[in-house]
Every structure is written in C-alpha cells, then in structure tokens.
C-alpha cells in the first residue's frame, strides 16, 4: 500500500511536478453497499497510513467476548465453536455502547449484547427411504448465524425499542449437525477495537494506491497503438481514428494497475512515461457489514483529529526551559 514510484524500475516520480498543487480535498468516487472508493488529494503518505490504520485497528464494534458452552455435542471442538462466533459480524451500532471494564465477569445493559444459540438436530420421519439427502432427510442439521437470537439484558428493550441487533450476514455456516447432536451455548459480545482482536475490525479491507499518471510522449498510431492498449488494463488506453489513422490516447489513467508490460516492447517504451501522483490517494474501503462505509470514514476521522489534539495538549503541557 505505501510502496513509491522508486520501488518500480521504469516509473518516474510525478512528486516535484505536482507538489501541492491542489489544495487537500475528498472526492466520493463510487459508494454502494458495502464498499466506498474515494480520493484523498493533498495529503502527506503518513497522514494517508495512519488514516488506513486507523480504519483497520482502531474503530470499535461489537463483537463476541465470551461464550458460556452449556452443551455442544457436535463434532466441533467447544474452542473452535467459540472462535467460529467470535468472527460473526454483529449488526450492533458501537457509539451506543461502553467498553467494559476489564476483570468484569458480569455484563450490564449498556456494555454487553447477549446471543443465545440452542438448536438440536433431528430426523425427518416424512423423508423418503431411498432418499440420501441431509437437507431431506434431517431438521436442522445446519446451524447458521440466523440462529442466534438476541437475548435483552436489563433493561435494554426499553434503552433499544427499535434495535435489530443480528449477525450481519443471516447465512454464516457455523457447524454441521447428526440426530441426537445439538448446541447450546449464550455469548457476551462486548465493544472492542481491531488493535486488540482482529474480530473488532469493522472493515474487510481498507487500503490505497497513489493515482496513475501516464504521459505519451508522443503520437502512437496505428498497430503501435494496438499493441499499446494491450500493454494496459481495459478503459486505460483508448484508440480514435484521425484522419484515417488509429492514434492512441490516455482515456482513463486511473484504471492503470502498474504493469510494466510496456517496457517489453523496443518500440514503445521510450515513448510513455509512467508516473504517480504523491499528493493523490485513491482509498477502497470494504466494510464487514457493521456500519457503513461512510460512517466508517467518519468514525476514523475522529479518532485522527482526536489522536492530533492530544498530541498538540502533550505540547502544550511540556514545561519550556
């Protein structure tokens, strides 16, 4: 993610010519459920990491803590079964919860989410004889994540009258069943930040590029200019006809995954210049399915101007000799 142009042999540093040129903004380039990709212009490579690192440690959600195993005999391992929870993504907006007191056995209504999970496996005495299917032949005999039911600490019905607190995703397959087998267990998610677990982080993915930038320093036309777009991703290179000739131009550089495909052919690669843009960071943030991407990056943000503040109160207290 914070590799520069100098770690790739045949790319040119676009830093000295566009060094703070434009003033620092934020451009929304595609935001959909789920995913967000937008750009960061005018900004240092460590405030753009710390910004990444941010999103992936320290931006707290819920999560499950502990699991009271009551019975599981299923073939997964009472270890294996809590971990396996412990990874499902709780729908459960963080900001309404406090973190819980380290050495507290007991969760409180305004710390904790219980889940219950009970569910036993039986046969299916209207399954046909011949028949050798599992989803035939027995009830419940797979145990999803849609499951897990939330069990109102307190007073938390009334705190929450409109909560839907549930697994992200109702299809998270937990273990397999047989008759006879079942599980019941109750979990305490608690509050929590990825620094700590990698099951508090509230993204999939979180990561930036610098913005491509390809000059051509001259006119390709013709078979030149087919073998060149091929040496590109799609949409990057595109060929018009000019005066009966195909030149090639730069359509969409921000399409460029950095291939150096160019550089294998004698005629072509004197003619594009490959660089990147030092001031421009184009961010793709997956979220797990928590909270919104966007209310990720403001979440994130917060936590940056908060870690700032505190460092200029650090100043400020240093005695001056």
């Keep these: 993610t914070t590799d520069f142009p100098g770690n790739y042999p045949g790319y040119e540093d676009a830093w000295d010519q ?3 040129e434009e003033a ?3 451009d929304i380039i595609r935001e959909e459920e789920g995913a967000l990709e937008f750009d960061m212009v005018g900004i240092d490579a460590a405030i753009a990491n710390a910004f990444r690192r941010i999103l992936l440690a320290e931006v707290p959600t819920m999560a499950v803590e502990k699991v009271f195993v009551y019975n599981n005999t299923s073939i997964v391992q009472d270890e294996i079964l809590a971990h ?3 990874l499902i993504p709780i729908r459960a907006d963080p900001r309404l919860f406090e973190y819980r ?3 507290d056995e007991e969760g409180t209504e305004i710390d904790t989410l219980q889940f219950q999970l009970k569910i036993k496996c039986s046969r299916n005495p209207q399954a046909a004889k011949e028949s050798s299917d599992p989803n035939e032949l027995y009830f419940n005999h797979k145990v999803y994540s849609k499951h897990m039911t939330w069990v109102p600490l307190g007073n938390q019905t009334d705190l ?3 909560a839907d607190f549930r697994p992200v995703h109702d299809d998270i397959l937990i273990a397999l069943l047989r008759p006879g087998q079942e599980i019941d267990v ?3 998610c608690v509050k929590g930040i990825g620094k700590d677990h990698a099951k508090f982080s509230p993204v999939a993915t979180a990561s930036y590029r610098l913005l491509p930038d390809i000059t051509l320093l001259q ?3 013709d078979e030149a200019a087919e073998t060149l777009q091929k040496c590109f991703s799609p949409g990057v290179i595109e060929i018009q006809k000019i005066k009966g000739k ?3 131009r730069v359509a969409n550089a921000r399409l460029d995954t950095f291939s150096r495909e160019v550089f294998r052919h004698e005629n072509l690669k004197n003619l594009v210049r490959l660089a990147r843009v030092r001031n421009h960071y184009i961010f793709s943030v997956e979220s797990t399915g928590i909270l919104p991407p966007d209310v990720l990056v403001s979440e994130a943000i917060k936590i940056l101007m908060g870690k700032c503040q505190r460092f200029l109160n650090e100043l400020d207290s240093v005695p001056l000799e």
Aim: charged letters at 30%.
């Design 18 to 20: 566009r060094r703070f």
């Design 24 to 26: 620092f903004r934020v």
């Design 84 to 86: 396996r929870l412990g």
């Design 101 to 103: 007191n380290q050495g």
């Design 160 to 162: 929450f009258p409109d």
């Design 186 to 188: 109750l979990m305490h």
């Design 219 to 221: 006119p390709i036309e």
């Design 246 to 248: 195909k030149v090639a």
